[in-house]
């Protein structure tokens, strides 16, 4: 689905991505865990078309990206879920929904529009009851399923995810990584970007690990938890439980 | 197959797999062992201007020299708290190499063994005896926990006596045997002095390596065991058993690509071959926690063989190690491998694989001596005429292909340094400079 080839990105003089090289294959679940600064968000925003690299390659289905052309990566069936949702507060749920789904024209995407907006209904039946209430004032759990809602409208088979899981209570964490779950039962392709390792961890097929804009470390979900540097650093476990 | 997804790769796949690890473990290596470290930065090598595999070319070649220095733990990439096992190479010649591993390790090391083993048609309903040493050295651990991992019923047999061996080969129902070629023959013989029949047992299958062996050896423990035999070939350093290994077409040993990458080079000129052509093995693990090697330098003479394998694995073949370069016998100006010796003695008719090729001076010219042992119903001949039949024909072999003058000594069966599962030792050199 998705190839990254020794990848570089930065703003200006602040070269943030350092050779990232990675793959996501159809139908998978793959994370990109890393402490704060470590570069997930750059890297994501680079394979959304938001920063342009420097240089390497980013394959989508075997196509390469054209850099900074957001546009055609969701015509491409790629959609980013950003971090902090970005919603429009002062629209309602299901405008910031139908905003989603932009780039289905015409009377027959206007259809499949609606189609679409059941289909996210479906998923998360409170955004139903929910509809007519301006996106700002729900709480950050529904806000995060407009989020995800608002970039399923535009029936994208890859998923982008950046830190769904930030400022979240640990059981309403537990229920969005339920329905990215949902979504691979789908056929659906997802990358996501997470500080809440364990969460990620224990729901992705994959996951690689990501230090001061290189990845240094890959492997299984399971396979990811139970290693030691990966316990160390990124799920708060005790240094000394190790040392002693 | 075994894991289906990764030996039977798309090439493309294979390859954006093999960069994405490669570029993590060299940024494993660099930020956690000195050695590596040290060695990048004194040829001011950027390690994030490995772009790709063909870039691999320009790191500098490791050897077991420089790993010796990092004894014996230096070397590690991890936390000692981190390892689960250590084993360490032989160190017949210096101090030993120690090869330390992670629980992730054990792991993808067993899925590996496990792998070679399903390639030679071994499964859950085998019984496997394994005659390698439970020991530092890596085939007995190695293979005993791929074949469980197959749900195999391991029968354990190293340090038992050689009878107790061919007795519960019989009893138990063996079907599959991993142990050295060399020890093999042994035990064939042996089942052969205790009137035990291939006919017998249950034995099927072996799985033989750690020592480099010949097709006419194959055919001998074939012919003898009535198995089909596989080889495989591993060392500590890089894991153990489990880098490469034959499938059912036995044309070539496939290397697991998709944890290490292979590349054979001139050992002189130091410059990467192209496909096909012979030189030595140079490996780079691109998936190990513990002790990661880059571009190890496995002293192994071999070759990558083109073209495509029928059985459908993409990974790669090498052709089976044909000696060592430290094992190249420079004799007058000449260079020889015991392998040619070998292939040679096979050929003639009588003569058991086991021999011993011993380097001397003599008023400063290079003297060689093959010891052979003999197979037991020849000595029964008791003939001398056909006795000095067999070393003519030998002594006029070796001058006629290799131009070289040597002594043949005939001797008892197994009478050559052999002891347990070990190897036996090839070159005696007692020239002293």
């Known amino acids: 689905m998705l190839r990254i080839r020794s990848l570089e990105a930065g703003y200006g003089k602040l070269k943030v991505l350092k050779g990232i090289s990675l793959h996501v294959k159809a139908g998978e679940i793959v994370t990109i865990i890393g402490a704060n600064g470590a570069g997930k968000s750059t890297l994501l925003n680079t394979i959304a078309g938001l920063v342009k690299p420097a240089s390497g390659e980013i394959l989508l289905q075997g196509n390469p990206l054209e850099p900074g052309r957001p546009d055609l990566m969701v015509r491409g069936g790629c959609a980013l879920v950003p971090e902090g949702r970005q919603l429009y507060p002062s629209l309602t749920v299901r405008e910031n929904l139908i905003l989603g789904g932009y780039s289905l024209s015409g009377r027959r995407g206007r259809r499949r529009s609606l189609d679409n907006l059941e289909e996210v209904y479906r998923l998360f039946p409170v955004l139903k009851e929910r509809r007519n209430q301006l996106a700002g004032t729900l709480s950050g759990g529904e806000q995060q399923m407009v989020a995800i809602g608002r970039a399923l409208m535009s029936e994208p088979d890859f998923l982008l995810m950046d830190e769904p899981s930030m400022g979240l209570a640990p059981l309403i964490v537990r229920d969005i990584f339920s329905v990215v779950k949902a979504l691979k039962d789908q056929g659906k392709t997802v990358l996501i970007v997470e500080q809440n390792a364990r969460a990620v961890l224990e729901i992705a097929h994959r996951g690689y690990v990501m230090e001061t804009g290189s990845l240094i470390m890959e492997g299984t979900g399971s396979d990811l938890l139970d290693n030691n540097e990966v316990k160390r650093a990124y799920l708060g476990r005790d240094y000394k439980e190790f040392t002693d | ?433």
């Open chain 2, 1 to 433: 197959m075994y894991s289906r997804e990764y030996e039977a790769m798309e090439r493309e796949d294979r390859e954006q797999l093999q960069v994405e690890r490669l570029q993590m473990t060299l940024r494993q290596v660099y930020k956690n062992v000195s050695f590596f470290r040290s060695l990048y930065d004194e040829r001011r090598i950027d390690i994030e201007g490995v772009k790709s595999l063909e870039d691999l070319s320009r790191l500098p070649l490791t050897t077991r020299e420089d790993l010796r220095k990092s004894y014996p733990y230096e070397a590690f990439a991890v936390p000692l708290r981190d390892i689960v096992r250590i084993h360490s190479t032989s160190g017949t010649s210096g101090i030993p190499v120690v090869v330390g591993y992670t629980k992730t390790d054990l792991n993808t090391w067993s899925s590996l063994t496990a792998r070679v083993l399903s390639a030679a048609g071994v499964d859950g309903n085998d019984l496997v005896q394994i005659a390698f040493n439970y020991s530092q050295s890596t085939g007995g651990l190695g293979f005993h926990y791929g074949a469980e991992k197959l749900g195999a019923s391991v029968i354990p047999v190293a340090g038992e006596e050689v009878i107790k061996q061919a007795r519960i080969m019989k009893d138990y129902r063996t079907s599959a045997l991993i142990s050295t070629p060399g020890y093999a023959l042994h035990l064939a013989s042996v089942l052969e002095e205790q009137k035990i029949t291939p006919e017998d047992l249950n034995l099927r299958v072996g799985l033989f390596g750690s020592e480099p062996w010949s097709e006419n050896m194959r055919h001998q423990i074939e012919e003898k065991l009535k198995i089909k035999a596989y080889d495989n070939y591993g060392l500590s350093e890089i894991i153990g058993p489990g880098v490469a290994f034959e499938c059912s077409e036995r044309r070539g040993l496939h290397v697991s690509e998709d944890h290490f990458i292979v590349e054979v080079i001139d050992p002189e000129t130091l410059k990467v071959l192209p496909e096909g052509e012979v030189g030595e093995l140079v490996f780079t693990t691109i998936t190990k926690q513990a002790f990661p090697l880059i571009r190890y330098r496995t002293g192994d003479i071999s070759r990558i063989l083109p073209g495509s394998c029928p059985c459908g694995r993409t990974l790669r073949r090498i052709e089976r190690v044909s000696g060592r370069i430290d094992d190249m016998i420079i004799i007058d100006g000449r260079n020889l491998f015991p392998s040619q010796i070998e292939a040679l003695l096979f050929e003639i008719e009588g003569v058991e694989p086991h021999f011993q090729i011993i380097l001397d001076r003599q008023e400063g010219l290079g003297r060689i001596e093959i010891q052979v042992e003999m197979t037991p119903d020849f000595f029964s001949f008791d003939e001398v005429r056909r006795v000095e039949d067999f070393k003519e024909k030998i002594q006029n072999q070796l001058i006629s292909r290799f131009g070289l003058h040597a002594k043949i000594t005939l001797t008892e069966p197994r009478t050559l340094g052999r002891t347990g599962g070990d190897k036996v030792r090839r070159v005696v050199d007692l020239r002293e400079d």
